[in-house]
């Protein structure tokens, strides 16, 4: 006889396993770096910047 299977542990990994895989589906899909969304952050916060300083005052 085979050793019995403990079917909550089946389906808890079962669950896990497909978590991951859409995880990893939306990282590839929406996800970017830490790094790349520090630069763009700083890149906007620049053109803001000199956006405000070129502004005229009225």
């Known amino acids: 006889m085979s050793a019995p299977i403990n079917l909550n542990k ?15 589906e939306n990282s590839v899909a929406y996800g970017q770096s830490k790094s790349q969304k520090d630069l763009l952050k700083a890149r906007a916060e620049k053109i803001a910047r000199n956006l405000e300083a070129h502004k005229r005052e009225t």
């Open 10 to 24: 089946v389906k808890k990994e079962r669950d896990r396993s497909s978590r991951k895989a859409r995880a990893a």
